[in-house]
């Protein structure tokens, strides 16, 4: 979860460089309501991944179901409404928080808060593997 923390204030202290590099004035609200799903992500991570061990794929899929249909009438209703590209913010936004909300609910895996020595592998080892997939791309 610390992790997840640290990409979500990365990714709002990048949001107004990145409006501004692609002159998009609207583009760094976007990326700081999209970072919430940063935290969803992290928050769904482990009792994901305990139910997932606990062999309840059951459950999972119809979680991932609802979640979808969720993020869609949402989506839907809203681009209706006329909120434009907020509609699918608004969507995505619901959907992330309610798988998370369903799964933290259905199997609570509590929060600790990781010292430095003990993430330090971690970090390492996901610094490179993001650095491997970035170079990859360009």
Known sequence: RA??????????????????????????MVLVVMSTTILAAGIQTVPFSLLQRELQFKYLSVGQSATALAQAVCTLVLAILGWGYWAMVAGNVLGAVTFAALIATRRPGGFKWPRGAAVRHARTFSWQVLVAQLSWKF
């Open 3 to 28: 992790v997840s923390d640290e990409c979500e204030l990365l990714m709002c202290a990048v949001a107004w460089p990145l409006g501004v590099f692609f002159h998009s004035p609207p583009l760094p």
